[in-house]
């Protein structure tokens, strides 16, 4: 019998009959015991992302390419934050670090790993310096030592092409099959998450020192693309957020708010919650109808009163706040699911996409 699915969203809430249609083949699968569908769903490449599955059998295309992917929070100080200037300031991150600007040597980075080290990537990755806008949970908010007025640096970034690496040594020899040997491939997945992890710290300390301000430990680093093996089964989790008592910030757009929240998601909801506004719109769908609606220079400079840096023109359409669903929704529903509690809500200052070639390299 196929696995059961459940999706935590309102009547009201948009999720394409194309992410449920996967969600559905997902539960198909051999071995699947359940499926969650987070309010954030949407269809992915061979598995919807915004989705925890449970399975005795364990499959690596349903964790994806971008193992280790997460969203980490830092808390900074900085006086007088001005988004034009600090955006000026801000690190060309596309570009590596050597590990000895981090004091690391080769064998402190998971797997030898070099490649992208301390750099952002594409698509719906950013760096982004944020202002606590609003304390919906006092207690909790303290408890992180978060207040009104605060800033922050969040980033969002993976694995840098190791987990592309991993998936697609897999998928050469077993396409979408199960993993063979689960322990090998555990292993190599670990050492990916370990790396996401690094990567983030090693982001936000590049944007500290650029900024001058000093680096610090998150207090908030939660992965997003994983598998972990729980009661002797594997839940895997492609765009959803460990929910089992966990602090999670869940990303909305270049031009919303984001939120923290405390999150508390049981068995059904595979101990998870979503990770962000999730798509409402494929890339191709929004650069067409973005361009359309906006300017670019509309883009680089949200209502907000932000700052974009992005000098990838046909990203700053893909990732234009209108590509993705109200993140206030997504948030509605968990809070209607007893899936979370909000404790912040944080607004951006300056995100970084990629590197502006218009004011030379850094």
């Known amino acids: 019998m196929p696995a059961t699915v459940t999706v935590f969203a309102s009547e009201g809430s948009w999720i394409e009959s194309g992410a449920v249609d996967q969600c ?58 001005d988004p034009q200037k600090l955006a000026a300031k801000f690190p060309d991150l596309d570009v590596p670090v050597d590990p000895d600007w981090a004091d690391l040597s080769a064998e402190d980075v998971p797997a030898g790993h070099l490649e992208g080290l301390g750099t952002v990537g594409r698509g719906n990755h950013f760096a982004e310096l944020a202002r606590v806008h609003e304390v919906l949970d006092a207690g909790h908010a303290q408890r992180l030592g978060l207040a009104a007025g605060d800033l922050v640096l969040v ?3 993976g ?39 690094l990567n983030r710290r090693l982001i936000a300390a590049r944007v500290a020192d650029a900024l001058g301000a000093r680096p610090a430990e998150p207090v908030i680093d939660q992965c997003h693309n994983l598998v972990e093996v729980r009661d002797g089964a594997y839940l895997h989790r492609k765009g959803a957020a460990p929910g089992d008592g966990r602090d999670v910030l869940i990303a909305g757009t270049r031009g919303t708010p984001s939120y923290v929240v405390a999150a508390h998601a049981g068995d059904d909801a595979g101990r998870s919650v979503a990770h962000g506004a999730g798509r409402k719109m494929s890339r191709a769908d929004a650069l067409v109808r973005n361009r359309a609606k906006h300017t670019v220079e ?9 700052v974009v840096v992005c000098g990838d023109r046909q990203l700053l359409f893909e990732e234009a706040p209108g590509a993705y669903k109200r993140i206030e929704q997504v948030i509605a529903d968990l809070v209607a699911h007893g899936l979370a509690t909000p404790v ?8 970084y996409k990629t590197a502006d070639p218009r004011k030379g390299r850094r």
């Not at 509309?298 to 932000?306: A, K, M, Q, W």
Request: charged residues 15%.
């Open 155 to 157: 980033v969002h970034s």
């Open 298 to 306: 509309e883009l680089r400079r949200p209502p907000t009163g932000s």
């Open 24 to 81: 559905h083949q997902v539960a198909a699968l051999d071995g699947m015991l359940h499926v969650a569908g987070m309010p954030d769903l949407h269809p992915g490449k061979g598995a919807p992302i915004g989705a925890a599955m449970t399975s005795t059998v364990l499959y690596p295309h349903l964790v994806g390419s971008d193992i280790g992917c997460g969203i980490a929070v830092f808390p900074i100080a900085l006086k007088r934050p």
């Open 159 to 197: 694995s840098r092409g190791l987990g592309e690496r991993i998936l697609r040594a897999h998928t050469e020899v077993h396409g979408a099959g199960p993993a063979a040997d689960p322990a090998d491939y555990l292993a190599r997945h670990d050492a990916a998450v370990r790396w996401g992890s």
């Open 344 to 351: 912040v809500s944080t607004v951006p200052v300056v995100t």
